[in-house]
């Protein structure tokens, strides 16, 4: 194993700088992991790619980029008490304190300990890079029957939606209106279509994006995002309006669309990031008797649990990466995951890098 490994990091600026680091040493709890797939999220495009817009504590600080990774333990460091060399493992993306309220109840990325709380790829080092260090507490084990892009799908953006439709509840009964087909918003079509869903109905306005939803049958009906969309839900829907909204837009417009497009005692979530909304809250909210959710990431154990139900259902969440990229060309993969004009992008290594028909 050389004793350097090359490594990506956002200088914020919308470019990628490639620089040769020292391999690092897994302390006590600590695992080197030889990084075979990572993700790019659009939090990352939007809040470090672009210009780093995080301050303080929560702010990037300059570390390798990377917070979606996954997979196989190269090395433990002393007092790991269940993983080992060899294991295939997901990174969850938030290290926590372990011992606040938040921690305890798996939700590291609510970690109240500002001394503590460090995200990967943000406030420690990531996976965009050929090895990386991980606590033990933060890995999840990922079955032989998921590759390592299916298991960095699921580190953050796969997760993040099922947290998301488990405040919700998705089933049978219900047409579900999904506002953004951007990564989060496939996920959100992928899953609700496992869970039941009556109707799948997805609003955006990048071609590219549509025209992914259609061809992999996450959406049932995909409209152009314009200002008929609301009327266009309920024609789709009885005249009603959708039993469940998910947005993953952050569009003021999208959002609004998803309030409105909800029949009465519908439940609407936002997941995704950033972006502002305007509504009327009797007419829109009130008298309808919607409920509108938040929901940030997921938790250690639901995260656990989505990995099994993957397999139980057989979904693949790899399937909705549409380009791969060596590492060496993690500056072509950035910029086209900013353009939008693409599913997933991934930077992958080994295996995940040779065997895959979709890289470029």
């Known amino acids: 194993m050389s004793p350097t490994m090359t490594a990506a990091f956002l200088p914020g600026n919308s470019t990628v700088e490639l620089r040769t680091v020292p391999l690092p040493v ?34 990037y600080q300059g570390v390798i980029v990377g917070h979606e990774p996954c997979g196989q333990i190269a090395e433990t460091g002393p007092g790991c008490r269940r993983f080992r060399n060899g294991d295939r493992v997901i990174v969850y993306h938030i290290s926590g304190c372990g011992v606040c309220n938040d921690c305890r109840r798996g939700y590291m990325i609510s970690c109240s300990s500002e001394t503590y ?28 029957q998921l590759s390592y892009a299916d298991g960095a799908q699921v580190a953050c953006g796969f997760g993040t939606v099922y947290e998301g439709l488990q405040k919700v509840g998705i089933d049978g009964n219900h047409a579900v ?10 996920a959100t079509g992928a899953l609700c279509r496992k869970l039941g869903a009556n109707k799948i109905i997805g609003i955006d306005v990048v071609p590219e994006r549509i025209r992914i939803a259609l061809d992999l ?25 959708v039993e469940r909204a998910v947005d993953c837009s952050a569009h003021p417009a999208a959002r609004a669309t998803a309030i409105r497009a909800t029949r009465k005692w519908g439940r609407i979530v936002f997941i995704g990031e950033g972006g502002t909304v305007e509504f009327n809250p009797s007419p829109d909210i009130i008298h309808d008797q919607k409920t509108v959710f938040g929901s940030w990431v997921t938790s250690t154990w639901l995260m656990e ?10 979904l693949h969440p790899a399937d909705i ?3 791969r ?29 040779a065997g895959s028909p979709a890289h470029p």
């Open 26 to 59: 897994p302390g006590h709890g600590e695992v080197l992991l030889r990084v075979k797939a990572s993700t790019i999220c659009g939090s990352d495009i939007r809040a470090i790619y672009h210009q780093h817009l995080g301050k303080g504590p929560e702010g």
């Open 177 to 186: 209106l999904i506002t953004g087909l951007g990564p989060v918003g496939l």
């Open 325 to 353: 990229f060596p590492l060496e060309q993690s500056p072509e993969a950035y910029a086209l995951m900013s353009s939008g004009k693409c599913g997933k992008v991934a930077v992958c290594q080994d295996e995940e890098l």
């Open 321 to 323: 990466i549409t380009h």
């Open 217 to 241: 049958g996450l959406c049932d009906e995909v409209l152009a995002s314009g200002a008929e969309n609301v009327e266009q839900v309920r024609k789709l829907t009885c005249g009603f309006g």
């Open 305 to 314: 649990e989505l990995v099994e139900k993957l397999v139980r259902w057989n």
């Open 117 to 144: 709380r460090r995200a990967y790829g943000w406030q420690r080092d990531g996976g965009m890079a050929e090895y990386m260090l991980a606590e033990e507490k933060d890995l999840i084990a990922l079955p032989s």
